[in-house]
């Protein structure tokens, strides 16, 4: 009988612990500092960028507006062999007729 009430009791005792464990864990969690993106995710009134702020991007968001047509422009050509195409296109007129070519 003592057997038992003593393994009764360290169950107990292990299940105590762990709760206070899984309580201290909580609470820890619950204490950490967020991060500035989600404090500002979790403001109920949003501000809107200042205009210094806006005059500032302008630059570069007119950069990016205008680079952006050439960059997929280049990445369209690279896709689509532009510069093989050019090349055979051109140099059509430069190359001598074959004599497989019944044209001549």
Known sequence: MRTRLRRAAGRAAS????????????AA??????????VRDQRWVREDRPLWRSALALPYDAVQVLVWPLQHGLFWAERN???????????APFRGTSEA???S
């Open 15 to 26: 299940g105590i612990a762990a709760w206070v464990l899984l309580a201290d864990l909580g």
């Open 29 to 38: 969690a619950a204490s950490t500092a967020l991060s500035p993106a989600e």
């Open 81 to 91: 062999d532009v510069p093989e195409r050019i090349e055979r296109v051109l140099g």
């Open 101 to 103: 070519d019944p044209t």
